[in-house]
């Protein structure tokens, strides 16, 4: 709800101030608004009604974001003041008062009375001060969605993430299982007199590496799990290690597109952030040259006084008065304070402008390192297919004495490699698909739990 509340951001009074130039783009950028975007809650595209569930309690109970959106009440609750400045203010008194003489009389009187001020935004540095106000709440609101997209990354991550430990773990322990088969083969060879102690030695110690990598595996599930419970909120995860054991392998990837439509861009939080803080920049400069003009204020009064409280508006006296103030003399500090507010304004336009350079390599680097991965695990898949034909085969020939022990472990080591190499690769390409969800997400999702 608080959020909704910078939706009226499209409708304020343009500022005179030149908009910003749009840096030349490269040609993933399309200008077609047919091309595709991913669901407005992205991390439903990987199809895990768990992963949906965890990402939404993430939403509602960050820390982080809860912070974020006190600082949205906060810019609210300015706007609300600077825009009071609009309306007249209205003040009541009420006093008594008690008198002695020196000959020991004593005199009592009440007085109560109204006064209003108002000040005619005469060159318009209320409206522009207001307009300031507006335009930060509605940055304040696109920092909020820019921490959401944040958290929903993380959390998206973090849970495959244990999905990918999780059927790394499972691979490892199918080669282990490979490798102890092997293992008592050649034991079986070396007590026959077939092979040498030392090929025993040397399966042994592929059997340790396995080990090694099965023990940072588990490690990296944990660190997972923690990071889950850190961007939930919670202090100690709740999944057990059966409901890990339970998850399933990582997702396969569909086809993405190959360009992104430009408003995707223009629509991302941290673009749109930089946008509203150059707009309030240029109303901090409108103030600034308004306020060397001169102000004029009205003032009105009623006021009356007696002796006793309930006749105190018989004897009334009114007022009304206006004043002109007109600044002559203060040392340049007006000048300085616009000068001030044009470099600020200057310092928002230079972000402006990077941060949307930066979005778009954010965007550019995610669609080539996806296109990459997708073009590698294809290569690697073939690879893969020759690497287990090549071992069985040298398993045949080792056991009929006509393959070396070298020949054997180089097939062995051969597919131990390429099978975790191959998930490396998925798991990057997910991860790029993650960062290309992120890159073009206005992450308009966080709004329903501010």
């Not at 825009?83 to 002695?100: K, Q």
Request: proline share 3%; aromatic share 8%.
């Amino acid at each position: 709800m608080i959020l909704a509340a910078t939706g009226f951001m499209t409708a304020c009074t343009a500022l005179d101030t030149p908009e910003p130039d749009t840096p030349v783009l490269p040609d993933v950028f399309s200008t077609d608004t047919e091309t595709p975007l991913p669901p407005v809650n992205w991390w439903q595209s990987f199809d895990d009604a768990e992963l949906d569930r965890r990402v939404e309690i993430a939403l509602g109970g960050n820390y982080s974001l809860q912070a974020a959106a006190a600082r949205v009440r906060q810019s609210l609750a300015l706007l609300g003041s600077a825009r009071s400045d609009y309306y007249p203010t209205l003040d009541a008194t009420v006093g008594r008062e008690r008198n002695w003489n020196g000959d020991d009389s004593v005199a009592n009187s009440w007085s109560a009375g109204l006064s209003t001020r108002y000040e005619l935004d005469l060159w318009g540095n209320i409206r522009a001060a207001a307009q300031q106000s507006e335009f930060t709440l509605a940055a304040s609101g696109a920092a909020y969605r820019v921490l959401a997209n944040t958290v929903a990354g993380q959390i998206t991550s973090s849970w495959l993430g244990l999905r990918l430990e999780n059927e790394n773990l499972q691979l490892l322990q199918q080669q282990q299982q490979r490798l102890q088969t092997a293992l008592a083969v050649i034991e079986g060879r070396q007590r026959r007199g077939q092979a040498a102690l030392t090929d025993v030695l040397q399966q042994q110690q592929l059997l340790e590496t396995n080990h090694i990598d099965l023990l940072a595996s588990q490690a990296r599930r944990d660190i997972y799990r923690q990071e889950l419970a850190l961007w939930s909120g919670e202090g100690v995860s709740s999944l057990d290690d059966d409901s890990l054991n339970a998850l399933a392998p990582l997702p396969e990837l569909g086809s993405t597109a190959t360009a992104v439509p430009l408003q995707a861009l223009q629509a991302r939080p941290d673009v749109q952030e930089a946008f509203y803080r150059l707009q309030a920049a240029s109303a901090g400069v409108a103030a600034a040259v308004a306020n060397r003009y001169p102000r004029l204020t009205l003032t009105a009064s009623y006021q009356g006084e007696d002796q006793q409280l309930s006749n105190v508006f018989d004897n009334w006296m009114a007022n009304l008065a206006g004043s002109l103030v007109l600044p002559l003399l203060d040392g340049g500090q007006r000048r300085a304070e616009v000068r001030r507010q044009r470099a600020l304004e200057d310092e928002a336009l230079a972000d402006y402008t990077q941060t949307l350079l930066e979005a778009a390599q954010e965007v550019q680097e995610a669609l080539v390192l996806e296109d990459q991965y997708a073009q590698t695990l294809q290569r690697l898949s073939e690879q893969l297919d020759l690497a287990r034909r090549t071992l069985t085969l040298a398993e045949s020939y080792y056991r009929r004495g006509q393959f070396s022990f070298l020949e054997l472990v180089n097939a062995q080591q051969e597919l131990l490699t390429l099978e975790s190499r191959y998930l490396d690769i998925r798991w990057s390409r997910v991860q790029a698909r993650i960062q290309l969800y992120k890159a073009v997400s206005h992450g308009q999702f966080g709004e329903q739990n501010s």
